[in-house]
């Protein structure tokens, strides 16, 4: 990409989306395109459902999160469903500050500057657009020209509902500067820019005793109040404070509940009335969304304050809960590593898999069901099936607790001792047992952790442990079967002429010396015993696959390993046995033997190529692998 080019092509379609013109050419524009005189709220709305909307098994899930949140389908449908909609509608909510409220590190800022970004983007594209009285420190809407006694009529005809007055600034300016014709008023397209202070504020409380109001609300400029003769010329006030700058777009309130009271007052009347009080001013009215985030613990500190009570009913929660799936999880940390310096180190496969296992633990609840235990909650939850249970199971487990998700660890700190691994390692390759052997060390430093916390936490590193033993074996399994491929065709053959001949009631003959046989027992059940089947069910078994045989003959197609999956299963499951042996040999002797350590370079060779292993990663599994085996 020709990155100048680009640059100029950029600022060129910039160029190309301005408009300017007087407001009754505003007012033509209107009859075409009366959408871009929607409230704030409405296209923030907007912005979200033009992204697009997907819907899985009865779940909405907005696209406009898609690829930056993860596992928050539901807290965000319930967001989208319950807040911004009926905002958008002019309902009672958008009289509300909207407060997010989760655990640490679980998305709420990410959340929202994604609607920040969002917003700027969606300003410049025609659904978005957005105008304003030219030259206004607040941009503001410049239907507020029309007077009152004239609304009606103008929502008549345009239909169009006009909120707000007119600045206090602008109405001096419509008299001194054009004479009071408000046709004549300049009104150009505006476009979002937090960088520009244009439409998207950001509020963070700092030292109460020397944080001052003006930064919410403006100040008076002292150097002009000479040239204007009076404090309360508007023309001698600076409309810069973040609610002026965040006019028809959205501001952002960090840490809301820190803050001082004063500030909180401000806000209250702005999304109640639509309006703040600045300087010597009438009320000036605002139209913009407010965000608000804060973590659990001081919500409950500041409900439980009775001096609260008025802001509270007045503001509208939102959970943002942790992500409560496996796979969900994972993507968390692959989008953060790809964020990371750390991005160019190689992780074994399963590695992020089971941090994430873990870390889901640490968040679930245990259920209150006795036939389900925690592992299996995990798994269902994120999507897998899980034997003896369904869907309606799924959904009696979820409301099972109301809060699930508000605690437990939080991806930054995953991230963080991933990235110490790595560095103290001085490798190029991290594992699981690396991964869990620093979260496990890390729990001594962490600093919020009770002791009884920190015991079932090593309970869920011993849990996910056990997984990635299970997962190893069988990624082992697999790789060495592959590789056996040729015993595996044989053994089945092998099995399947016993089969034939102990359903039949006849003899085998010995492929060397033609000497008759009775069927081998011994090998028959070696096999079957691999996935399970009793003494008493084997009859019907081994009957069952001659059926299948026959059918696939009947049908012209050939059986063979692949065509029964508990037969395959129980195949695989005896080579590895038998395997074993060799792995625990090849894998703990020093000097294996030549044969030997040709199967191992297949094996590690087809780890790499077809399960996404490098060399050392796949070194380390076989030996793990073996080590295990050796218990
Ligand atoms: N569900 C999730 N999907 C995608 N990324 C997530 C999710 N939860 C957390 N993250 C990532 O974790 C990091 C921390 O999240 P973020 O800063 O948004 O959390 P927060 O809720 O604002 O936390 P805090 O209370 O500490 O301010 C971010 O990089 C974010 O992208
Ligand atoms: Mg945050």
Known sequence: MDILRRMAEYRSEEENLKWEGTFSEYVELLKERPWVAQSAHSRVYNMIKDAGVEEKNGKKQYLFFKNQLFGLEEPLEKLVEEYFHPAARRLDVKKRILLLMGPVSGGKSTLVTMMK??????????????????????????????????????????????????????????????D??????????????????????????????????????????????????????????????????????????????????????????????????????????????????????????????????????????????????????????????????V?????????????????????????????IDLIKKMRLYDGETVEGFNGADLQELKTEYDDEGMNGIDPRYVINRISSTIIRKEVSSINALDVLRSLKEGLDQHASITKDVKEAYLGYISLARREFDDMAKKEVQKAFVYSYEESAKTLMDNYLDNVEAYCHKSKLRDPLTGEEMTPDEKLMRSIEEQIGISENAKKAFREEILIRISTYARKGKRFDYQSHDRLREAIQKKLFADLKDVVKITTSSKTPDEQQLKKMNEVIARLIDEHGYNTSSANELLKYVGSLLNR
Request: charged content about 30%; overall charge negative; some cysteine.
């Open 180 to 341: 009071g014709q408000i046709e004549n008023v300049p009104v150009e397209r505006i476009f979002f820019s937090e960088d520009k202070r244009v439409g998207i504020g950001t509020f963070s409380p700092s030292d109460p005793k020397s944080q001052d109001i003006a930064d919410l609300t403006g100040s008076l400029d002292f150097s002009t109040i000479a040239e204007y003769g009076s404090e309360s010329d508007p023309r001698a006030y600076r409309f810069d404070g973040e609610l002026n700058k965040a006019n028809r777009g959205m501001m952002e309130f960090q840490e809301m509940l820190k803050c001082d009271e004063k500030f909180l007052w401000h806000l209250l009347s702005l999304t109640q009335e639509g309006n703040f009080k600045a300087g010597r001013f009438a009320l000036i009215s605002a139209d913009e969304m407010i965000v608000a985030h804060t973590n659990e613990t001081e919500y409950r500190s500041f409900i439980s304050n009775r001096k609260n009570e008025a802001l509270h009913s007045r503001i509208i929660v939102m959970p943002i809960p942790y992500n409560l799936q496996v796979t969900q999880e994972e993507k968390i940390y692959e989008k953060l590593i790809s964020e990371s310096d």
């Open 343 to 371: 991005a160019g180190v190689h992780i074994a496969p399963h590695t992020l898999k089971i941090a994430a296992m873990f870390t889901i633990l640490t968040r679930l609840k245990e259920p209150k069901r006795k036939d």
């Open 117 to 178: 970004r969002g917003m700027e983007a969606y300003s410049r594209t025609d659904r978005g657009a957005v105008y304003a009285i030219k030259g206004c420190p607040m941009h503001e809407d410049p239907l507020h020209l029309i007077p009152h006694a004239l609304r009606e009529d103008f929502q008549k005809e345009y239909g169009i509902r006009i909120e707000g007055n007119l600045s206090p600034l602008n109405l001096m300016r419509l008299e001194k500067e054009f």
